[in-house]
């Protein structure tokens, strides 16, 4: 197994590409400890990941909050003794985050805490105890939208997947010579919650979004995490901060 008795913290793992995580970790030999502000949805998760034969915990955590994101870590070393992984998957895109010209301040906030800040206070407790062991891997959840314009724009989520590529390469050259390996997922868009009840509602939006993909359809949960699970592996031992894109193409496609 790829993550034999590895600790991973998923933050965001009560739905979506999260919930794919937990379980493709668990199944790879990785102990979960999964995060969410969702208590019920963790607590799915985990049973799945139980059923399934693998060992996770709950740990109800608002990513923003700080006291919450150290909970999260000592979460981890009170239950497995360790913590070789944080996976910063969590993110928020609202409908309301339009262009900067009609964006308001409470939606442009509220992404900033839970995609930035979030990202932030999880490295701040995490790293250390990466450090103290000489070993750890930190994979942050970008976006595509980081490296290049929008004519639909989000652009509350289009900085804070900038800041977070940023924060990337920082850390990677802070933590790098301590054995922390810090790497950032740039996907496309994917097939979850978060997208598809948005741009169902909106045929339009959906029909712009694959017609720039030469690939023609949206992306799946797994074809991100098996990625991650790359990054949390020994595999990637030599791999400190690369900004991977996993988007089907969009963005090297112009036309």
Known sequence: MRLQDKVAIITGAGSGMGRTAAAFFAAEGARIVVADYDAAGAEETVRQVRAAGGRAVVARVDVSNEADARAMTEAAMDSFGRLDCLYNNAGVMPEADHSVTD????TWDRVMA?????????????IPRMAEAGTGSIINVSSF?????????????????????AMTRSLAVQFGPRGVRTNAILPGPIETPLLMDWLVK?????????????????????EVVNLA?????????????????????ISVNYF
């Open 103 to 106: 964006t308001d301040v409470a």
């Open 114 to 126: 839970v995609n930035v800040r979030g990202v932030f206070l999880g490295c701040k407790y995490a």
């Open 145 to 165: 939208v980081a490296l290049l314009g929008c004519s639909v724009p989000q652009d509350a989520y289009t900085a804070s997947k900038g800041a977070v590529l």
């Open 202 to 222: 909106d045929e339009e939006a959906r029909r712009i979004r694959l017609a720039r993909n030469p690939t023609g359809r949206f992306g799946k949960p797994e």
């Open 229 to 249: 699970i790359y990054l949390a592996s020994d595999e990637s031992r030599w791999t400190n901060g690369a900004a991977m894109v996993v988007d089907g193409g």
